[in-house]
């Protein structure tokens, strides 16, 4: 078999087995849950869990703080997928875990994805702690998982990009923060590649292109689920400033403790806004 014959059947058996574990329930909303903020999984009703080592072509994970589980339930009484954990492009340069993973989803019925992730933010006013609605996206990973032959049963070669992170959803999951007294920022997610954190130096380009916040993730699953017409909104949490804009220093550890802080607010946060999606 091909690689992408193999990609077919996994994505295909993937999605058999996460739409056999929704039972009639049917999700059409996905959350992807970054590092630290895993304990939304907890939160969820009445949960049929899945390992990604029991879904074919998933990602092996690696990184603490990642659990590589799935889980179909409800969020608010709102049915959904929750994914704990996703491989990152500082791990590999092997998109088809990922691939397998969004396509799988998309083909078990998803329409919305939900990405979070934890971030350095580079503005003073966006604090450590706090939340950030993804505006938009550069994608500075010097990847894009869509290269290689198209693979024209998902999506076309071309993607279009504008209003990546979606306007609707964002206008709700806004509406969602202010019904709820959350304090949500906005801004461009700027992704790095990683696993080194960024140089003082990239921070203040990364500044001077427009961004707002840094992080190593997110970006090649919203590409991924636009070439497949996924809606993509996304939040992150901001774990540190930006390095050389404060004193702080940057460790694995050190973005795992703050997400945790951010996490009630960033749970709270999606279960209201789930409801309006
Ligand atoms: N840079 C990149 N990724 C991150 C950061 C950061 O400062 N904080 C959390 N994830």
Redesign the pocket.
Known sequence: MTELQIHLENVQQAAAKIRAAGGDRTPKIAIVLG?GLGGLAAKVENPVVLSYGDLPGFPVLTVAGHAGKLLVGSLGGVPVIVLNGRKHFYETSDAYPLKTMIRALKSAGVEALFLS????SLRPHIGVSELMLITDHINFLGLNPLVGPNEAEFGPRFVPMSDAWDPALRAKVKAAAQANGITLHEGVYVA?R?PS??TPAEIRMAQGWGGDA???SSVPECILARHCEMQVVGVSCI??M??GLSDEK?SHEH?IANATEGAAAFERLVIAAVQAF
């Open positions: 590092s992730n934890a971030a350095g790095f990683g954190f960024e840094v992080g190593m774990t540190n930006g390095a940057l973005t």
